[in-house]
């Protein structure tokens, strides 16, 4: 459960600028490419349960704009990040079985981030999540 490792290291980013953190995702996202993709090759399975890196990416996409940081809302966004990211609806699910090596592994983690940024925000806009 790479999600949970991604966490901690969210809280020690978590005072940096919106400009910042989408410069570490993008980076992130980009290394994660060939990362996932060449341990994929290696392990000669795509997007094996121990290729985590997808998920640190993925959970920071949805923690992104997050206005306020509390436990609660990190937990939310755990919760809501690993429904998306287990479940895999439409369209994740499409991109898992579609789109393949390491550019597939990071995506589908990457639309289950902005899936569930999309969820926690509105949570917050209609149900005073925070």
Known sequence: MGTLVAVP???????????LLLA???VGFVVGIYLCGRTSEDMGVHDHGSIV???F???WVTMLLTPVMEWQTV???FIIFRFFDIVKLW????????????FGIMLDDI????????????GHQY???W
């Open 91 to 102: 369209p994740i699910s499409w991109l898992d079985k579609k789109i393949h090596g390491g």
């Open 53 to 55: 890196w997808d998920e």
């Open 24 to 26: 570490a995702i993008t």
């Open 9 to 19: 290291l969210y809280l020690l980013m978590v005072s940096w600028s919106v400009l």
């Open 127 to 129: 149900f005073g999540w």
């Open 57 to 59: 990416i993925g959970f």
């Open 75 to 77: 937990l939310a966004g």
């Open 111 to 122: 639309v289950a981030g902005l899936m569930s940024m999309v969820v926690l925000r509105e």
